[in-house]
């Protein structure tokens, strides 16, 4: 073993144990990134690194997207959309068993459309459906349970900023991953519902019928709709039809969602500055993320771990699916105590060459990224979206959120397996474009 790769060996050593030091995710990398390489190299050669990466990353041209896409969501919630998203969801839905549940979860797809954040979703609808899921009497364990898996969900549909991380450290077409994320999101969302639907039958308690709305009711409540399909079929539809690049339609999404709030008179100075706020916020912890990431993985590459783990796993005599299968379990068990972008960050510099090199389709596997990330949120010890549902939900206990999350673990898992047994149902969309 060189010399190289014991120092990466103990690098990695010492950024897991100072994550424990709960500081935060891109410091640690940067330090840990900008130590291992001036070691290797020297101080002035680690000094130009850390510089020149953090410029780098702060003037891309191509991360506008985050706070573009981030913008959308705080004007979707400030403005109401999303609370409009769940009357009709619920008017859909609402009267059968764990009808509500269904309708959170059906909402919390449809506010992905114009959010692409699990952390911002969750926190959304949890807002908005757990006050009105506790006031039709619905169990603890159901309410908070679809509140943080269902958020999730906003990481899938596009717009996603994971599957925008993903594509800039990938170099992968976003417009590409944005369209596969489509049937993945609806998929999903279906499958969610069928957990509920099953949940409700051993645990009726927890999911009580709810209203019963005429046809005309329902069929009147869709025109609240037309705002979220307006945006998303307008972002969507120039990326298809290449109107404009995936960058641009960060732009063109907060541009349209922001005139639409501001002609229906929904959006007062007040909220409109707690969502430029609030983005600076999240943008720059995600961009922070991108830099530290950035550092960390120029000294693994140093290091030449990821080439050499690849190469390892390569010539291991195991059918590609078991390897997929063991990322697959990494990311899970990762997802468990680390934030699903910082995870992701992490772990591509590793992974992806070892997962183009077994022949599979990159924009598959960001995907399948998202979806075992998922999982990683809504399972203890430290689930990130089931800490947000408890920071909501102040009364119900971590035990009772961890296990309402179950059932739609249990979905993940099915719908995952279906995705690595049939990669058509990723690639589809992408291919039939392109």
């Not at 599957?163 to 077409?173: A, K, M």
């Not at 969610?192 to 409540?221: H, W």
């Amino acid at each position: 073993m060189s010399e190289y790769t014991i120092v990466g060996i103990i690098g990695i050593f010492f950024l897991i144990a100072m994550l424990f030091s709960r500081m935060a995710v891109a410091y640690v990398m940067a330090i840990v990134g900008f130590i291992g390489y001036s070691y290797l190299t020297n101080l002035q050669v680690g000094m130009r690194l850390l510089s020149t990466d953090i410029f780098s990353v702060f003037s891309s041209y191509g991360l506008t997207l985050i706070p573009l896409f981030v913008f959308m969501g705080y004007i979707a919630f400030y403005s109401g959309l999303s609370s409009s998203l769940y009357d009709v969801a619920y008017k859909l839905v609402g009267r059968v068993r764990g009808g509500l549940a269904m309708a959170t979860v059906m909402a919390c797809a449809a506010f992905g459309a114009v959010c692409g954040s699990a952390t911002a979703t969750t926190a959304t609808m949890g807002t908005i459906g757990l006050p009105e899921m506790e006031r039709y009497k619905y169990g603890s364990e159901l309410s908070t349970g679809c509140i943080a898996s269902g958020g999730g969900l906003g990481a899938l549909m596009p717009p996603s900023v994971v599957l925008i991380i993903y594509g800039i450290l990938t170099e992968q077409s976003i417009g590409a991953l944005f369209i596969a994320g489509v049937l993945p999101a609806i998929f999903m969302t279906f499958l969610f519902m069928v957990a509920i639907r099953i949940y409700c039958i051993f645990k009726p308690e927890q999911g009580p019928k709810g209203e019963k709305f005429t046809v005309k009711e329902m069929i009147l409540s869709l025109g609240k709709l037309w705002e979220t399909l307006a945006v998303f079929l307008f972002v969507m539809g120039g990326l298809i039809t290449g109107l404009f690049t995936p960058t641009k339609s960060g732009a063109v999404g907060a541009f349209a969602i922001l005139m639409i709030v501001m002609i229906r008179r929904k959006l007062s100075w007040e909220d409109f500055k707690n969502a430029i706020y609030g983005t600076l916020k999240i943008s720059c912890m995600v961009i922070m993320l991108i830099a530290g990431a950035t550092i960390f993985g120029h000294f693994l590459a140093l290091t030449r771990i990821p080439l050499e783990l690849a190469t390892a796993v390569g010539t291991l005599d195991l059918p590609p699916w078991i390897i997929i299968g063991l990322i697959c379990f990494i990311y899970l068990l990762g997802g468990c105590f680390i934030d699903s972008m910082a995870l992701i960050m992490l772990t591509i510099p590793i992974f992806y060459p070892i997962v183009v090199n077994l022949g599979y389709d990159p924009i598959w596997f960001g995907i399948i990224i998202v979806l075992v990330t998922h999982m990683g949120i809504i399972t203890p010890p430290v689930g990130t979206a089931v800490y947000i549902t408890k920071g909501i939900a102040k009364d119900v206990p971590l035990v009772t959120i961890f296990k309402g999350s179950f059932p739609f673990l249990l979905a993940l898992i099915v719908g995952t397996a279906v995705m690595i047994a049939f990669p058509e149902t990723v690639t589809f969309l992408p291919n039939l474009i392109n």
